[in-house]
């Protein structure tokens, strides 16, 4: 499966985004998805997933009430909206699939985006 995210940008603090990302010679809904990001000098961390199937959502703890992934099966996307963006989230933000099981949380996906920057400026 290849992914195309997009939907990055610079805003300010307080501000939202909305991250998609969307897949072709797949079906995220067979996949667990999931969002990851890497900030400059950083390892790159989960951020959220949802599983395959029933879709249960996974968030970090940093993101946990700022943050809403979603899936739209009809568009073959998975979605991300950020709310609330502070400096802590600027990072390049990855989404990532898995066919093979595993924790949501680990990095060990099977296919992965090129990245989109997000910048929140204070």
């Known amino acids: 499966v290849q992914l195309q995210a997009s939907g990055g940008g610079l805003v300010q603090a307080g501000g939202s985004l909305r991250l998609s990302c969307a897949a072709s010679?797949?079906?995220?809904?067979?996949?667990?998805m999931g969002w990851f990001r890497q900030a400059p000098g950083k390892e790159r961390e989960f951020v959220s997933a949802?599983?395959?199937?029933?879709?249960?959502?996974h968030y970090a703890d940093s993101v946990k009430g700022r943050f809403t992934i979603s899936r739209d099966n009809a568009k073959n996307t998975v979605s991300l909206q950020m709310n609330s963006l502070n400096s802590e989230d600027t990072a390049v933000y990855y989404c990532?699939?898995?066919?093979?099981?595993?924790?949501?949380?680990?990095?060990?996906?099977?296919?992965w985006g090129q990245g989109t920057q997000v910048t929140v400026s204070s």
């Open positions: 010679g797949g079906t995220v809904s067979s996949y667990d």
């Open positions: 949802i599983r395959r199937g029933g879709g249960i959502k």
């Open positions: 990532a699939a898995r066919q093979s099981w595993g924790s949501p949380y680990s990095g060990d996906y099977d296919y």
